[in-house]
């Protein structure tokens, strides 16, 4: 046993050594590997086989293109990147293109394509549509949006409102503002109040806006008079405000070019300081439309008025003094007026009725009391009106002609004619000799035609209508945009009764009347952009 044992003891020390030298070896092999030099690289491979005529491959994929004027003809302009790269932009649809199609093929095929309707526009054309383009900016077309100005829009909007009401614009500090601040501390808080805080409606502020957007208004006008494809009307009537001050009103219907549709839009109101005259009248006129660069001398086609002698005097009248500037022009006398002179001339028993009927309303509308009793007297007995007006000849004469032809329609009243109703007119009626015969033939054979007439309104189906009958619709609104009464005129003064009141005698109304009396909506957005939004302090 004691043999054996010391026998074990070698071989025990034999395995140690063999895995003592076995891990000295894993070592010492993974150090030189450690500290062993990297292997030589292989030899870099030429570039110029790639590229031709020797020029490095690295040179020609960083070869930018660049933008040249003559790429406008194709409607492009460019936008350069944050690294100096430019791009083409089509200034037509606002996309923006690769640099790489920086080419005059792939601009032209874009512009074929997307655009064929610009296909053969001028050079003058693109370039314009390219400062517009340009004015305009580029940065909503990227995704960036512009940066907004709702204080300022705020106050161009609240004294819109007030013009439109026919408000003195002390209201807008004195009663809106301190409303909305209100309303808005209770339902949203107090952060949100300072908001409402800043938006300025000062009674000067609400005056210059009221002032800006009437000459907007005024512009819009004019754009649309010169371009109306048809000579145009005028109305025109003079009276006295509560300053004891003579105003002109002037009205005027034309054919829009866009949507050729007859439009009736207040021109402008202006004060005869002096004298009323038919000369200070014809001056006054005239000097406007030379302001407004208006060709009036062949843009205008008729004048309707009252029957004063200022008017309508064979020699020294304003007729007579616009017929040797424009011999053209056709003069029309209001039909109110002439209803009131027919009225003086009624018959005895006719004229009784109508003097016992003036004298009861201006009783009971005189007195406050007779008022109240006889609006209790209407009620009690279910009376649908309970109000009188004061007895004013014009005024009831249109409040009579308009319940007249409620009940009676002019169809049934005077023989119809070929403008009011193409097609139940009687054909045989109108001379061979005529040259709109065969075009009413040829619109009355389409039913297409007789489905439009009894959708739309009688000057916007002419209208419609002045490509395929030019010479027919020339004759049909040779009818239909001269003014028959000076209805526009008497409202207009009844709205300025409103507006220079006892306590506003000194405003000037004419830019709070075109607001009030205008169609045509201001622009506010393009008045915005011309301006820096100033908070209220």
Known sequence: MIGGTHAQYPLHSAVKDKDSSRELYVRVSSRRRRLAPPPPAPPARSLSRCAPHGTSLFKKMSKKRKYDESYVNFGFTFVTERDGTQKPQCFLCGKVLANGSMKPAKLSEHLKTVHPGNVCDSIDDFRTKKARFEKAGTLPKLGFTPTQKPCLEASYKVAYRIAQQKKPHTIAETLVK???????????????????????????????????????????????????????????????????????????????????????????????????????????????????????????????????????????????????????????????????????TMPTFLKEVMSTCVKIINFIRARALNHRLFKKLCQEMGSEHEVLLYYTEVRWLSRGQTSFEGYFSPESLEKETWVRSPFLIDIDSISDEDLIKDDLIDMRS?????????????????????????????????????????????????????????????????????????????????????KQQHPSH
């Open 178 to 344: 301190p409303c909305a601040l209100d309303i808005v501390e209770l339902v949203c808080g107090k952060n949100e109040r300072k908001k409402v805080e800043a938006v300025p409606l000062s009674n000067d502020v609400i005056h210059s806006r009221i002032v800006e957007m009437s000459s907007n208004v005024l512009k819009q006008v004019i754009e649309e008079l010169n371009a109306s494809p048809f000579p145009f009307s005028m109305q025109l009537d003079e009276s006295t405000d509560v300053s004891q001050c003579s105003q002109l009103l002037v009205f005027v219907r034309y054919v829009k070019h866009d949507t050729r549709s007859i439009k009736e839009e207040f021109l402008f109101c202006d004060s005869l300081l002096e004298t009323t005259k038919a000369s200070d009248v014809f001056e006054m006129i005239k000097k406007f439309f030379i302001a407004q660069n208006v060709d009036w001398k062949t843009k205008l086609g008729s004048i309707c008025t009252d029957g004063a002698p200022a008017m309508l005097g064979n020699t020294s009248g304003f007729a007579a003094l616009i017929k040797k500037e424009c011999p053209h022009v056709i003069i029309t006398h209001c039909v109110l007026h002439r209803h009131a002179l027919a009225s003086r």
């Open 446 to 530: 389409k039913e297409v035609l007789k489905a439009e007439f009894q959708a739309k309104d009688l000057g916007d189906f002419w209208g419609s209508l002045s490509q395929a009958y030019p010479l027919l619709v020339k004759r049909a609104m040779s009818i239909l945009i001269p003014f028959a009464t000076t209805y526009l005129c008497e409202a207009g003064f009844s709205i300025m009764m409103s507006i220079k009141t006892k306590s506003r005698n000194r405003l000037n109304v004419a830019d709070d009347m075109r607001l009030a009396l205008s169609k045509t909506v201001p622009q506010i957005n393009v008045l915005i952009e011309a």
